[in-house]
């Protein structure tokens, strides 16, 4: 097996995390410069609870586009409402025509359909 595995001491460890916190250079060039994976940079971050270290992902909005993510939800939660209504009125109308096809002595509710003209 080729796979050459590295060890790195603490101190080097402690070192690498020291010079990310300077802001010199960034996980990735560090990374590139100690020929070291930024995942591995990430696990040692999180072994030392640097967790003011780790990317972090500021979302900053308007008061405006708050009001229309809300205004969307809401919509997109009346929406779900109609698709079930409409999934249950078709389940609702299948059992009547079911149940008429058989009472009318027919075969299948496609031969009613076909005798009603209703389109599938």
């Given at each position: 097996n080729d796979k050459v595995i590295r060890r790195y001491s603490e101190p080097?460890?402690?070192k690498i995390l020291?010079?990310?916190t300077t802001g010199k250079l960034n996980k990735n060039q560090l990374g590139k410069l100690y020929g070291i994976a930024p995942t591995t940079i990430n696990e040692w971050i999180r072994k030392y609870n640097r967790k003011d270290l780790?990317?972090?992902r500021v979302k900053?909005?308007?008061k405006d586009e708050i009001t229309r993510i809300k205004e969307l939800q809401k919509e997109?939660?009346?929406l779900k409402k109609l698709l079930l209504k409409k999934d249950l009125d078709a389940l609702v109308l299948d059992s009547y025509l079911e149940v008429a096809a058989e009472d009318l002595g027919y075969k299948s509710v496609a031969e009613l359909k076909k005798k009603l003209s209703i389109k599938p």
């Open positions: 080097f460890k402690l020291d010079e990310i780790m990317n972090t900053v909005e308007t997109i939660e009346q």
